[in-house]
């Protein structure tokens, strides 16, 4: 007895995974990134371009953001990665009337954190007291190297 081969536009049946592994590298030329889900023995590698990744990762963060809700967790504390080089602008935010810093995150691509006057006010007084601290500190101890 042999099985019928599925017709065109039937849709196939999902299968749940179970306990997947997730697995992203580049390529050696760094043009295509391949994804590659295992769950048991069944494998699918995906070939992604940039426009993909970045699609990927953008999707990703949506998902993550509804999953964790509207409740913003605490900062402290948390492990971070610094972006020491992008580029970055400041707009004007219609909404708040605020500021908006939005800058290029080599990793998740552009980002733009929007902050009501307050907060904005905060941030421009943090920074000139590190400006100040740096000073006093380059003049008390001297250039790094």
């Known amino acids: 007895m042999s099985k019928k081969p599925t017709p065109k536009n039937t849709p196939v049946p999902e299968e ?6 997730i697995h992203i590298s580049a390529s050696n030329d760094l043009k295509l990134a391949s994804l590659t889900i295992t769950s048991g023995r069944k494998k699918i590698v995906l070939d992604l371009n940039v426009a993909q990744v970045a699609d990927l990762i953008s999707g990703l963060g949506t998902v993550h953001q509804a999953m ?13 990665t610094p ?16 500021s908006i810093l939005a800058f290029q995150h080599p ?35 001297g250039p790094a190297n």
């Not at 998740?108 to 307050?118: K, S």
């Open 68 to 80: 964790i809700g509207t409740e913003i967790p605490p900062i402290e504390g948390v492990p971070f």
């Open 107 to 141: 990793a998740y691509g552009p980002v733009g954190i929007a902050m009501a006057p307050t907060d904005a006010a905060k941030m421009a007084h943090g920074l000139s007291l590190h400006q100040q601290l740096n000073a006093a500190t380059l003049k008390a101890s």
């Open 83 to 98: 972006v020491r080089r992008t580029n970055w602008a400041l707009q004007l935010d219609p909404e708040t009337q605020g």
């Open 16 to 21: 749940p995974v179970k306990d997947p592994h």
